[in-house]
């Protein structure tokens, strides 16, 4: 596969705005990418995978919303990317009494839409969604809480628990000669934690409990009974599901053939999936990807941003 490189944004085909949303104490900063013209333009909002991240969702020397922000802007669609709760207010979402995904991305996401709402360069019967990995995993639940979506697109989005995700992540990197003693030490103590996980009841405390990530039992409680693969098919927008064949977080056999299988008699559900792009959706430099795939410099491949942009403007890939 070859690459392409972004270089600087074209200022005749893309507006960058420093804007904010929310309500206090959770105001975030973001930028709001606007075409050239009057509009309205269909607009996308991006939601972060795992972890504190920016509004560019920087991993090494990649930053994905970044490459998704510009492409989808020189294609006449806006795009709204701010940065997470988590990375703007980490000490007092420490504090909160009962952390769930809630807090860390589906309240804000819901915030990001009801702003864009307040746009007016914005169509308001074309907003979409875009999450990766996590924000992907999460989507058919957010999708379900707000009816005015035109769409969902699920990016490297996994179809399994956290855990099992998790467990199945720390046994590949186990395999891998580049792990060292040091981080084998550290993964076989996640393995402890995933099974602490798996036996978690609700009565139990989270100070008392190792759990992965130091993540409360608040959180995994909140995802016990969370089906996405089954949320999925009950949703009636059009949904977008994007995999990269190389991806060893989110696999194609554990987790897009299971989105694949569960919704291949729903009309509104498309799925595709990309030969030799990691989880980042970058060309990835072995098969499957490692983490050192990630600090190889790279951008998002131009026909997953092709593909966004058409199925957003035409409601389908062909």
Not at 78 to 90: F, G, Q
Not at 110 to 120: N, Q, S
Not at 284 to 292: E, F, L
Request: net charge negative.
């Amino acid at each position: 596969m070859g690459e392409q490189l972004w270089g600087e944004t074209d200022s005749k085909s893309c507006r960058e705005n420093h804007v904010y949303f929310g309500s206090e104490p959770w105001v975030l900063p973001a930028t709001l990418s606007l075409p050239e013209g009057p509009g309205p333009f269909p607009v996308v909002v991006l939601v972060h995978g795992s972890g504190p991240q920016d509004r560019n969702e920087t991993i090494g020397p990649n930053q994905v919303f970044k490459d998704l922000a510009w492409g989808l802007c020189s294609r006449n669609i806006a795009v709204l990317r701010y940065d997470k709760r988590t990375r703007v207010y980490p000490q007092a979402v420490q504090q909160l009494a009962s952390f769930t995904v809630a807090d860390e991305t589906t309240d804000d996401v819901l915030e990001a839409v009801a702003f864009l709402k307040r746009v007016e360069q914005i169509d308001q019967t074309k907003i979409f969604l875009l999450g990766h990995s996590l924000g992907g995993f999460l989507l058919p639940r957010i999708a379900q809480q707000t009816g005015d979506l035109a769409g969902v697109i699920l990016l490297a989005a996994n179809a399994r628990p956290l855990e099992d995700v998790l467990d199945s992540q720390v046994k590949y990197l186990l395999t891998l000669p580049e792990t060292t003693d040091v981080m084998r030490q550290a993964l076989r103590e996640m393995q402890a934690q995933i099974e602490r996980l798996r036996t978690l009841t609700l009565d139990q405390n989270s100070d008392s409990l190792g759990l992965p990530f130091n993540v409360p039992a608040s959180y995994w409680h909140d995802l016990k009974t969370y089906q996405p693969v089954q949320l999925v098919s009950t949703l009636s927008i059009p949904v977008l599901i994007l995999q990269g064949e190389s991806d060893y977080q989110v696999t194609m056999a554990e987790d897009f053939h299971l989105w694949q299988d569960a919704t291949k008699d729903q009309e509104q559900v498309t799925c595709k999936s990309y030969p030799g792009l990691h989880h980042l959706f970058m060309v990835s430099n072995t098969t499957p990807a490692t983490p050192a795939s990630y600090l190889v410099p790279g951008h998002v491949y131009p026909e997953v941003i092709d593909d966004i942009a058409k199925w957003i403007t035409t409601g389908h890939l062909l």
